[in-house]
């Protein structure tokens, strides 16, 4: 019974927090993100500012969750589900493209990179992929728990940051539309370029598991 309350209890967070998201995206979209209150959000949702200060501590959060929709979460499921003989660098690489570059609402991209706080906010989330990844990662060397695997994932976190930044780097000269930042360059390249560094580390690794599963 008390599994079932805690189960019910997470949907409905999970809800929550999925309402949210869409109702501030819905309405930066609509009004801009400056013209944006988290009480709007929260009565968009249904709930209480307060509720709200309970999932997210500013309005480019909630605005740039509802884009990102839990990739993290995602990329480590697909590392963790992909065939063991992929090498790891691969299985790391085609995880995080699928979930970088998978296709959006073009007005998405243009409200993130109009904006200098969502464009931060959008940055930041690079670092979520790391909880997810180490435990996906330590799986697959065989040792769920292990600091090597954080490492890893720490760093996988900070390339994909490398790269988006480089991405959405304001140009130094001013631009004729404001704060309208244009991303530059492919991301799919920019992203293999900036975890390409990583894979000798990550082959290293992957043979040392190896060699101790035969031993």
Do not use: C
């Not at 944006?36 to 909630?62: H, K, L, M």
């Not at 660098?89 to 995880?95: M, N, S, V």
């Not at 959405?168 to 900036?194: C, F, K, M, N």
């Amino acid at each position: 019974m008390t599994t079932r309350r805690t189960g019910l209890r997470e949907q409905k967070k999970q809800a929550t927090r999925v309402a949210l998201q869409e109702a501030a995206l819905r309405l930066a979209l609509e009004r801009g993100p400056d013209a944006v209150r988290v009480e709007d959000i929260a009565e968009a949702a249904g709930v209480s500012p307060r509720t709200y200060n309970n999932y997210f501590s500013s309005r480019e959060q909630a605005i740039v969750a509802a884009v990102t929709a839990e990739r993290e979460s995602r990329a480590a499921a697909a590392v963790a589900a992909g065939p063991a003989d992929v090498r790891l660098a691969d299985a790391l690489t085609a995880a995080v493209l699928e979930q970088h570059t998978a296709p959006r609402d073009p007005g998405e991209l243009l409200l993130i990179t109009g904006s200098p706080a969502l464009r931060a906010a959008y940055l930041d989330t690079a670092a979520a992929i790391e909880g997810p990844l180490a435990a996906a990662i330590g799986r697959r060397l065989g040792d769920a728990d292990t600091l090597t695997a954080r490492v890893l994932a720490a760093s996988v976190a900070a390339a994909v940051r490398t790269a988006l930044q480089r991405w959405i780097q304001p140009s130094a000269a001013p631009h004729p539309t404001g704060g309208l930042v244009v991303p530059s360059g492919s991301l799919p390249d920019l992203l293999r370029s900036a975890l390409a560094a990583l894979a000798p580390a990550l082959d290293a690794v992957e043979e040392q598991a190896r060699r101790r599963a035969h031993e």
